[in-house]
T-cell receptor, first 117, second 112 residues
Framework: DGGITQSPKYLFRKEGQNVTLSCEQNLNHDAMYWYRQDPGQGLRLIYYSQIVNDFQKGDIAEGYSVSREKKESFPLTVTSAQKNPTAFYLC????????????????FGPGTRLTVL | SQQGEEDPQALSIQEGENATMNCSYKTSINNLQWYRQNSGRGLVHLILIRSNEREKHSGRLRVTLDTSKKSSSLLITASRAADTASYFCATERQTSGSRLTFGEGTQLTVNP
């Protein structure tokens, strides 16, 4: 899992509650990403950030929010507006922030499994 | 929609056999990457192949890329039980900056 950590490993939420998932990296990477993975499926991009104080929506941003106040940290808030939040959430980072000749290997954290009760 | 589509969805082989997984994509890419995921864990990067490359090797892994057919294959030779995992291809599109688009994955089971 390299130098990227996620906490908690398991999270339980009651309907109507907001919860925040933590993601921290000590790799000095510019870019960070949040993905959602449902059972037996691939990863879908929620939000990503290429630089501090800036972030962009991914393919499934509705019901989620993020912040990027520090280079090392990219927390994800799952709001009550997300109707089906039970899933496995993965955070990743990469060294380069893109460009036509970018090399963009992503390093992943161990994931947070969120369950709505 | 997902850019990459892996084939097959599931593959079961015996130790020592080779495993081949395929990935197709739809738009022009900068590079294509393969990742591995053990059950309930994060993904681990295996290998990257750039759009101007046709084949790449890393240990027991061999990746090919055919940009005219918009497809890639991952070959794992002399498989081991420890290779049991899900394997995903991911594409970096020419217009997407640093974003990767992941496929649905192939679940590989290597039986001892």
């Amino acid at each position: 899992d390299g130098g990227i950590t996620q906490s908690p490993k398991y999270l339980f939420r009651k309907e109507g509650q907001n919860v925040t998932l933590s993601c921290e990296q000590n790799l000095n990477h510019d870019a960070m990403y949040w993905y959602r993975q449902d059972p037996g499926q691939g990863l879908r991009l929620i939000y990503y950030s290429q630089i501090v104080n800036d972030f962009q929506k991914g393919d499934i941003a509705e019901g989620y929010s993020v912040s990027r106040e520090k280079k090392e940290s990219f927390p994800l808030t799952v709001t009550s507006a997300q109707k089906n939040p039970t899933a496995f959430y993965l955070c990743a980072s990469s060294i380069l922030a893109g460009g036509p000749s970018s090399y963009n290997e992503q390093f992943f954290g161990p994931g947070t499994r969120l369950t709505v009760l | 929609s997902q850019q990459g589509e892996e084939d097959p969805q599931a593959l079961s082989i015996q130790e020592g056999e080779n495993a081949t997984m395929n990935c197709s994509y739809k738009t022009s890419i900068n590079n294509l990457q393969w990742y591995r995921q053990n059950s309930g864990r994060g993904l681990v990067h295996l290998i990257l192949i750039r759009s101007n490359e046709r084949e790449k090797h890393s240990g027991r892994l061999r990746v090919t890329l055919d940009t005219s057919k918009k497809s890639s294959s991952l070959l794992i030779t002399a498989s081991r039980a420890a290779d049991t995992a899900s394997y995903f291809c991911a594409t970096e599109r020419q217009t997407s900056g640093s974003r990767l688009t992941f496929g649905e994955g192939t679940q590989l089971t290597v039986n001892p």
